[in-house]
């Protein structure tokens, strides 16, 4: 069973800057496409960001667009969110998972039931 953890979020003010990373103890990220997803409270998971098997297709979210980036920190085995000019609208736990290969959408689409082996989810939280 393949799981993942992200470790890296927490409180910052509007405007600043929080990097997330995607980590995979125990098995390489290089074969899978991962995406970012969020939930806020009351509601539902929305996709944030995705990156392809070889780090070529990157998608965002309208809502993130220009402000975060999505990156493979192949160094580490991470698949890294860097997240500047937070908004309070940010604000939720924030999950990675690997994309199927069993579907037919397009690579990186940011759809849920294409992701499983969710991680536990980080709480980030932008506020003053």
């Known amino acids: 069973q393949l799981q993942l953890v992200e470790p890296g979020g927490g409180l910052v003010q509007p405007g600043g800057s929080l990097r997330l990373s995607c980590a995979a103890p125990g098995f390489t990220l290089d074969y899978y496409a991962i995406g970012w997803f969020r939930q806020a409270p009351g509601k539902e998971r929305e996709g944030v960001s995705c990156?392809?098997?070889?780090?070529?297709?990157?998608t965002y979210a309208d809502s993130v667009q220009g402000r975060f980036t999505i990156s493979r920190g192949n160094a580490n085995n991470t698949i890294d969110l860097q997240m500047n000019s937070l908004r309070p609208e940010d604000t939720a736990v924030y999950y990675c998972?690997?994309?199927?290969?069993?579907?037919?959408?397009?690579?990186?689409?940011?759809?849920?039931?294409?992701?499983?082996?969710w991680g536990q989810g980080t709480q980030v939280t932008v506020s003053s």
């Open positions: 998972g690997i994309r199927t290969p069993f579907t037919s959408r397009p690579m990186c689409a940011l759809m849920e039931p294409d992701f499983d082996s």
């Open positions: 990156i392809s098997k070889g780090g070529s297709t990157t």
